[in-house]
């Protein structure tokens, strides 16, 4: 089978909507290709799968190989690239996802498998304080940390922004489209759609051009933002929104999820504020605290030197050290080790939060903090 007929049909076989990877390779092990299952006669696929369906009908799979024909042509008209889930170059983070596409539609060129992912989601309708930290935050990071990548969904406000800091920062950041790969959505980002692919990123769907774009596709994208990443950053949110979607889907991924606290009476910090006090995002105020908490190495510039904060306490010294050897400890550990009742270490500790010396992290434990990096 040559590599366009063999494209072809991994093309129709990927557009079996619901169909998972493991279901995949299930089928395909016991008919033996993707050709086959789109040649055998539907009573002999049944029998084979031992099961029954739609996707097993004749005139469904023919169907699937017509979109299909169409799909090949304006792909290899426009250049795309197609990641299918049994190709070496499909992202692994997204082959421990059960829900993952079993097809890839890529323009552009980043390499997902040989970086750190950040993904960083929020509200549309973001505000000048989560357009400010998404900058300075992808800016740090950019300077602190090596070989990053900016994900995110194109989509007004925190979306947009986030790939903006990331072109700004000279970093590559991918966007995962609602739809196929013949438009942008919305369409006033396509500038940024472009300087993204010219710039070391790439446009990804798991969309044929053939498919309608309608307000569930929205949601559906968030399993691949969240997929995609080694942690997702949330940067703004009201309680409910695809933001908020995403996070739990990262969390359902085992992804760290971070999000960025505000004010109780602000609308769109009202879901970073209840994931945090959920403990299903820990709270990050820069960069330093996400590579902290992501255990990434962090560069060191030119005549740098670390040191210690001189106004330490005994008892803040003694925290520290201790955190030092340790990495991580609960408030128990510390009682106990450093021999402190835990009503004072209790105020210590906050305190030092504040100063930015600790950083509390899910499960009660605490570890050093970007003033300690």
Known sequence: ???????????????????TPVMAGDILARVGSEREFFAMPETQLMSLCESRGRIYKREYRNDLLKKAEAELRFITDNRIQTLYFKDEGYPYRLTHCDDAPLMLYTLGECNFNEARVVGVV??????????????????????????????????????????????????????????????????????????????????V??????????????????????????????AESAS???????????????RDVFALPGRVSDRYSAGCNRLIARNVAQLVTSAEDLALAMRWPIRQHENEQMSL???LTPEETAIIDYLTTNDTATINQLTVGLSLPIANLMNILLDMEFRGLILAVPGGCYRLGSAMV
Do not use: W
């Open 1 to 19: 089978m040559d590599d366009r007929s063999e494209i072809l049909y991994r093309i129709a076989f990927a557009s079996m909507r619901g169909v």
């Open 205 to 234: 769907t798991d969309y044929m051009t053939s498919d309608k774009i309608h307000k569930g596709n929205f949601v559906a994208r968030n399993r691949i933002v969240a997929g995609l990443c080694d942690c997702v950053l949330v």
């Open 122 to 203: 929020g509200t549309r309708h973001a505000t000048s304080y989560g357009t400010d930290f998404v900058n300075s935050m992808i800016s740090e990071l950019a300077s602190t940390v090596d070989d990053i990548i900016i994900v995110s969904g194109l989509a007004y406000g925190i979306d947009v922004a986030a790939h903006r800091a990331a072109l700004n920062a000279g970093i590559p950041t991918v966007a995962v489209l609602a739809h196929g790969l013949n438009m942008v959505y919305p369409s006033q980002h396509r500038k940024v759609a472009a300087d993204m692919v010219h710039n070391g990123g790439m446009l």
């Open 309 to 311: 904060p001189m106004d």
């Open 240 to 254: 409910k929104g695809g933001a908020m979607i995403t996070a739990e889907i990262a969390v359902q991924y085992n």
